[in-house]
């Protein structure tokens, strides 16, 4: 069973701040990692992905990767109101569906 | 390129009634996947079609069911609508699947009263 760890939330932050967001994966043959963003209301929109141990850097948003320790997470630089939403973080073996965490609920607060 | 579409956006459903829902993928992806969204169980997938083979399930009962047609469009269907039916129903199209990028549509709001 194929499990993604992710806190519920909310997690509030100020605007301007950083806000970080945390993801374990159980599934050591998961190679790539996405990371969806929900608006309440709304479907996910996919919003960054990393295959490879490390930083990605995209705009505001960087995602990290440690495999060895099955741990993702996406760093929001200069949080903004328009941040608020729930963040899904889905990894993948490249074999089959994505698996989806139930996601972290961001509240930026202006 | 247009998106993911899906039809109708709202539904509202008696108990013990059967539903139909449609999506069409972004043009050129072959890759249709269903996920069922509730505030309490999240994302849930349901089944993934690629060039109208059913390649993957998930685990829900024989009630729901899906297929594809050759344009990659997916329909999946519901019998015997419970309560506990009621959900968001999103459908996701990728290029090859297979844990690729997924992309969203819309999604259908599901009631069953």
């Known amino acids: 069973q194929k499990e993604v760890e992710q806190n519920s939330g909310p997690l509030s932050v100020p605007e301007g701040a950083i806000a970080s967001l945390n993801c374990t994966y159980s599934?050591?043959?998961?190679?790539?990692f996405f990371w969806y963003r929900q608006y309440s209301g709304k479907s996910p929109e996919l919003i960054m992905f990393?295959?490879?141990?490390g930083d990605k850097e995209d705009g505001r948003f960087t995602a990290q990767l440690n495999k060895a320790s099955q741990y993702v997470s996406l760093l929001i630089r200069d949080s903004q109101p328009s941040d608020s939403a729930t963040y899904l973080c889905a990894p993948s073996s490249g074999y089959s569906t994505l698996t989806f965490g139930k996601g972290t609920m961001l509240l930026v607060s202006p | 390129k247009a998106g993911v579409t899906q039809t109708p956006r709202y539904l509202i459903k008696t108990r013990g009634q059967q539903v139909t829902l449609s999506c069409s993928p972004i043009?050129?992806?072959?890759?249709v996947s269903w996920y069922q969204q509730t505030p309490g169980q999240g994302l849930q997938f349901l089944f993934e079609y690629f060039s109208e083979t059913q390649r993957n399930k998930g685990n829900f009962p024989g009630r729901f069911s899906g297929r594809q047609f050759s344009n990659s469009r997916s329909e999946m269907n519901v019998s015997t609508l419970e309560l506990g039916d009621s959900a968001l129903y999103l459908c996701a199209s990728s290029l090859l699947g297979q844990g690729g990028e997924q992309y969203f549509g819309p999604g259908t709001r599901l009631t069953v009263t």
């Open positions: 043009s050129g992806h072959r890759s």
């Open positions: 599934d050591r043959g998961s190679q790539s």
């Open positions: 990393i295959y490879s141990n």
